[in-house]
């Protein structure tokens, strides 16, 4: 695409907010090839970041459980290991990857030997070299099911799970407030502090080295709604208050969760009895979102995981519908777009310097808002937008503000070529917002453009003063 034609389509931006629509990804039902895997629900399911890995299952809620190992890699289901190769017939336990050593990390269930009524606390590894290895730990946690995914690799620990319907030594069953952590030789117990539940979900967010755990069933059998953390550093669980509460009046069991990286927010989707729900929700640190799309599935008892290589999120076989499938689905955009923060920044003379940030994925037929923050009273404010931030006509780029107004300071400086547009910001409360609705058209996925917020004081000496930039380039829904 030729400069000129990426100027005629990014300069349409200010005359179609009306084509623009809300932002949220949709859910895609995946054709697969070869062969597929029998029906099934209440999986263990782990990603190594290139696949996606299902293990044993129950065929209904009246059980056939199933012992073979799968893994999808987008396209295609393969059977990684036949039935009757290592961990037996088992439903609803916790598997983790790790990716220090290589190998999934299977713990508890039950159904053990295809009877309901059965369970252990049997510790399995697998590896593509070794196939299935029982473990010998000396320390046990007392087995579990209805872990619902709750599984997560934590950096420097190991596997680790919270929760979990559980079984005494005198086989009483009890909704567990434990969380456990594989080191490769032993389970280590890292707390008993937590909410006690069971048919939960929870997440790693790598960006906060913490744990988010969501909904499930409290003892005494009810759903909840409720949002808990566990802070890595101080091995301490905190239960969160939101503004928005996810299945208010109802709670959520039985539903499917990841951690979006790229977006930096947790996914829950789906759960509840019968048929299940079609509902999305998201979480971005602080409160909850609904971000439901048609043509979702209607699910529960299943897996979820972020899939690095497939840059989405992949869910399943579940129950859907009220029936066990053996689907895969993808939650994200076809093409994603990025916000990417670079440069140097610089501040005013009241010693604030302005902010970039956005909460959007840029694409096509949506709208970004770019948020500037920080920002001087009484200073005014632009956004300027452009297509290079090597060079502003014949001019290199960063073009030091002392250049053109000798008392700026040093170090402040314009980064990004002004040849598309440069509002003046409206300023509230030290922030503004530049929205900018794109067309649905395809031939903008992929264009790159750059933004950067600029102040300038009048006064004597006359300066200017900046924010870092943003490289913006649009993706799909």
Known sequence: MTKLTKIALLSSLTLLAAEASAQAFPWRQQAAGGTLPL?????????DGNVYYMYGGQSSTTVTGRDDLWSWDGTTWTQVTAPGAGAGTRVGGVMG???????????????????????????????????????????????????NDSTVYIPGAGVAFHGGLAWDAAGNTYSSNETWFWI????????????????????????????????????????????????????AWTQLTTTTTPYAGTGVTGHLSYYNPITDKV???????????????EFDGTDWTDITVTGA???????????????AGVAGPMNESNGARNRVWHHGPQTWGTFEVMG??????????????????????????????????????LAVVGLSDTFLGAIPLPLAFSVILPGSGAGCSLQVSNDLFSPLLNVT????????????????????FYVQNVQVEIGTPDTASNSKYAKVTIGEI
Request: hydrophobic share 40%; glycine share 10%; proline share 6%.
């Open 39 to 47: 029906v099934r629900e209440r999986t263990f399911t782990a990603t």
């Open 97 to 147: 990857w790790d990716p220090v050593r290589g190998k999934l990390v299977v713990f508890s269930g039950k159904g053990t030997g295809n009877d309901w009524n059965l369970f252990d606390n049997q510790t399995w590894e697998w590896d593509a070299t070794n196939g299935w290895v029982q473990m010998t730990p000396a320390t046990l946690p007392d087995p579990r099911w209805l872990m």
């Open 184 to 235: 490769g030789t032993d389970w280590v117990q890292l707390s008993n502090t937590g909410p006690a539940v069971h048919n939960h979900t929870m997440v790693y967010r790598a960006a906060h080295n913490d744990l988010i755990l969501f909904g499930g069933t409290v003892a005494g059998g009810s759903p909840n709604s409720d949002t808990w953390r566990f802070d890595i550093n101080s091995f």
């Open 267 to 281: 996914i829950v989707h789906g759960g509840n009895g019968g048929s299940g729900t079609n509902v999305t929700w």
């Open 297 to 311: 599935p209607s699910c529960r008892n299943g897996g979820a995981h972020w899939v690095a290589a497939l840059n």
């Open 344 to 381: 140097t920044d610089c501040p005013t003379s009241a010693m604030l310097t302005a902010t970039i940030s956005s909460s959007d994925m840029p694409a096509i037929n949506a709208s970004l808002d770019i948020d500037f923050d920080n920002l001087t009273a009484g200073v005014p404010s």
């Open 429 to 448: 409360s030290g922030s503004a917002t530049l929205s900018l609705p794109f067309p649905n058209d395809p031939a903008l996925v992929g264009v790159s």
